[in-house]
């Protein structure tokens, strides 16, 4: 099928087994929907197909209800699977019906579940110039998306925008802004950029080019010859332009507003540490705001002394990755949304969120190797001055990059509603020193080991065994991959497993036979928490590692709700913590905490969530807030 994107779920037979090996999940999730269709093929399916192939892609699976967090599992009989399948493939070819087939025979499946048979439809995240997919002819009021509360239906403007982006050739930011010239650019910025352009490529011809000249080979000029009209692009005034230029393109650009947050203090009566935003002091164009940010968050990165060819290298691969984050920011935003770029840093993590939408799936993000820019223009300016990779490169650069400093992998965020794209960059250790001289000391050297399969090892380490539902809340990973790294460390040797499905407990090789209650390892001193914080994983003077820790956690079942929650306050006192790590601490059950407690200590602020906006994030973890920290 013409630009079928690649999906997780292109690993359908794995998943789907996974699935029924462990039981369906309980609710339904931004990637898994529901229908009973007892009464007959359901209508609602058609709303949930649009929103998975407008949003991130997901499955669609006929015959269990879910009613109040429990799963009906009804079954469907072999006429009705037989009947529901030829009326899917007829409607869906159906131009009054839906804008386009997405599927092929290998998207529809027959399960079979509890002993009664179920029909999962994979739906894939549509293509950029597919998009948006809609129900009957008409795409405003038709079109739909996917948010963790179900199918919500797209506005008109999120609608002019998918409409705009599926353009065949995407080039948001050649357009021609009339009645603009050179006069209108900052000629400080264009004598910088010539500059930055002449040591990045000290031989090219451009160099010897006049202004318009070059502005023109960069895109930052364009003609028309077919409409007779020439000037600006919008990719030259951005990169260029004056404020007062910028500002009067109120319907393109609505709020152009960059800005970067630093905090590296923790007296909560100082919002920031440092602040960058258009004061009126600066050109607030892209470049000048790039000038100025990238040396304080390039400062921020350890610059270990190195040689090349006699000449030192200060630059690692953890600086090429931050800058690229920073760029791409920048050559991806949609700029005709209401919302501006956002640059963060603080003493855990950088923070790169902007306005659009992925125009790729989350898959192919992670993946590489595939790229749709919104501002082709603006990535062409940044690549000639060395500030940016070949197409399709970018991502590969930031996560090498990372993995090199060993911290943990940075993960992306789009969100909905409004439409916003945020990439998280953490400055957490992967692995502790101590728990690397562990595993080389048992298996000798793991430095051909990846960041994700070493993460595994530690938790084996510590924790005596683990799951792939435990590392779902660790790893960046989608389940299915979970599973082919676990399978891959127990071929070469590393781990053991006792196969048993979904569940299947897998524990260091070697260790099957050992009490794990009773680990001699002290992992007090980790500075690995499952939240990715610098928690150490004793929690407020206990040692979870001892065997002991079970009488310890035994005192805290016995305190008041006022008590419980000042305990939990000091365990997520330093950082981002998961509720499985805050109910290993106490010795709650997590299910308790998630329900009676954590909600309430959020709502009264005493918590924040490192995922605000998305209450059912799989790393979802809490951290007490600054009104509170003080206490402790």
């Known amino acids: ?40 093929f359901p209508k609602e399916f058609w709303k949930s197909y649009s929103a998975f192939a407008n949003t991130n892609a997901g499955l669609i699976v006929l015959g269990i209800k879910e009613i109040k967090g429990a799963l009906v599992i009804e079954g469907l009989s072999d006429d009705q699977t037989e009947a529901y399948k030829k009326q899917f493939w007829d409607e869906c070819n159906n131009p009054n019906k839906v804008s386009i087939n997405l599927l092929d025979n290998n998207d529809v499946r027959i399960a079979e579940y509890q002993g009664k048979k179920l029909l999962v439809f994979r739906i894939p995240f549509a293509g950029r110039t597919q998009r948006p997919v809609y129900l009957t002819k008409n795409p405003f009021g038709n079109t739909f998306k996917r948010n963790h509360e179900g199918d919500y239906c797209c506005t008109d403007d999120e609608v002019k925008r998918m409409l705009a982006d599926s353009s065949t ?42 202004d318009e000249e070059l502005l023109t080979k960069l895109g930052g000029f364009r003609k028309d010859r077919q409409l007779r009209i020439e000037g600006i692009t919008l990719a030259g005034l951005l990169m260029f332009g004056k404020e007062d230029s910028i500002r009067e393109q109120e319907e393109i650009l609505p709020n152009f507003f960059p800005e970067f947050r630093e905090k590296l203090s923790q007296d909560k009566s100082i919002r920031w540490t440092d602040r960058i935003y258009p004061d009126g002091t600066w050109e607030p164009n892209l470049l000048q705001f790039y000038l100025r940010v990238w040396p304080k968050l390039s400062s921020s990165l350890p610059k270990p002394f190195k040689l090349d060819n006699d000449q030192r290298v ?92 060993h911290w943990r992998r940075p993960f992306i965020d789009p969100r909905n509603n409004p439409d916003r794209v945020i990439l998280f960059m953490p400055l957490f250790s992967v692995i502790p020193d101590n728990i690397l001289n562990e595993l080389s000391a048992r298996f000798g050297s793991v430095a051909d080991l990846s960041p994700d399969e070493l993460t595994v090892l530690y938790y084996c380490l510590v924790e005596g065994v683990v799951t792939n539902q ?83 956690t035994d005192g805290f079942k016995k305190l008041k709700r006022n008590d419980l929650e000042k305990v939990i306050m000091q365990i997520c006192k330093v950082g981002h913590v998961s509720i499985e790590q ?36 799989p790393n979802q973890a809490y951290k007490t807030t600054d009104e509170y920290n003080e206490e402790f």
């Open 169 to 210: 050739v995407l080039k948001r930011d050649s357009l021609i802004l009339e009645h603009y010239s050179i006069k209108d650019l900052d000629q400080a910025t264009i004598v910088k950029y010539r500059q930055l352009l002449s040591v990045a490529r000290p031989s090219h011809p451009w160099n010897a080019l006049n």
């Open 1 to 40: 099928m013409e630009n079928k994107q690649m999906v997780l779920f292109d690993y359908f037979d794995d998943a789907l087994s996974l699935a029924i090996e462990g039981g369906f999940q309980k609710n339904e999730s931004y990637d898994l929907e529901y229908k009973s269709a007892q009464g007959g």
């Open 470 to 552: 435990r590392l779902q809340f660790t790893l960046n990973l989608h389940k299915v991959d979970i599973t082919g790294l676990l399978k891959k460390l127990c071929e070469r040797g590393f781990l053991e497993s006792d196969s048993n499905g979904r569940w299947t407990l897998y524990t260091l090789k070697g260790d099957s036979d050992l009490d794990t209650s009773d680990s001699n390892l002290d992992t007090s001193d980790s500075n690995l928490d499952t939240s990715g914080s610098n928690l150490d994983t004793s929690g407020p003077n206990l040692d979870t590692s001892d065997a002991d820790s079970e009488n310890a």
């Open 314 to 405: 200060d630059e690692t691969p953890a600086h090429v990755a931050l800058r690229e984050a920073f760029v791409n920011t920048l050559v991806h935003t949609d700029y005709s949304l209401n919302g501006n770029i956002i640059v963060e840093q603080d003493a855990d993590q950088f923070v790169f969120s902007n306005p659009g939408t992925l125009l790729v799936s989350v898959f192919q993000y992670y993946s590489g190797g595939v790229s749709e820019c919104r501002n082709p223009g603006l990535q062409r300016m940044f690549m000639m001055i060395g500030r940016a990779e070949k197409a399709g490169s970018g991502v590969d650069k930031i996560m090498a990059g990372w993995d090199s400093a």
């Open 582 to 617: 805050i109910a290993k601490s106490i010795g709650k059950s997590e299910r308790y905490l998630k329900n009676e407690i954590i909600p309430g200590m959020v709502k009264k602020n005493m918590l924040e969530k490192l995922f605000p906006h998305t209450s059912n994030h």
